[in-house]
């Protein structure tokens, strides 16, 4: 079992802004999945990976392929108190899920330096 | 409820890493809280904050402290496949646990920018 998360790196965000807006992609994307994987996943030390793309319509567009694979997956909208609009869109956790299942959607994504 | 996310700054770690391990230390530290405390911060939007500290052995105190208050606490270490040394002390989840009780401890931490 695997999680991706992927930022919307046309924001560019900062180090701790990114680390948090990924934070929350993952739990909410892992309380989206079946117990039995979560579990799975937990067993396996959580492996996740933060990768990129490039626009926020890429990024919706993964999104939707995601939950119309009936992948768990979590879309990220900031609150906007600080750096970001209000309802921009940072970034997508898909999975845990099987490596297989993601690959598809995610295997030709970069990751984030 | 709040969560925090303590970051050793020392290791200077690359954005999509350090996004990773704030990630793991986030779920880590959640599965840690009782029941109706997991509840309360999911409705209440998973407010969380990725600040920072600036060596390894602060980063242990301040786990060890978390864990003696009674708090969920998660200590993440790197696998060390890529970046870091197997074992590398990254970052420590605290919470979600009411800012009261997280004041004491990590009041004074400056954000991660």
Do not use: F
Not at 14 to 38: E, F, I, S
Not at 45 to 57: D, I
Not at 69 to 83: E, F, K, Q, W
């Amino acid at each position: 079992m695997k999680q991706v998360i992927v930022v919307n790196e046309a924001l560019r965000l900062p180090r701790g802004k990114l680390a948090a807006q990924v934070a929350h992609a993952a739990v909410a994307a892992y309380l989206h999945a079946p117990r039995d994987v979560q579990r799975r996943w937990l067993k396996e030390g959580m492996p996740k990976v933060v990768l990129r793309c490039e626009t926020e319509a890429e990024l919706l567009d993964l999104y939707a392929a995601a939950t119309a694979a009936g992948l768990p997956a979590s879309l990220i909208r900031d609150a906007g108190h600080t750096v970001l609009e209000p309802g921009t869109v940072t970034c997508a956790g898909i999975g845990p899920a099987a490596p297989a299942d993601l690959e598809p959607l995610t295997g030709v994504l970069r990751l984030v330096r």
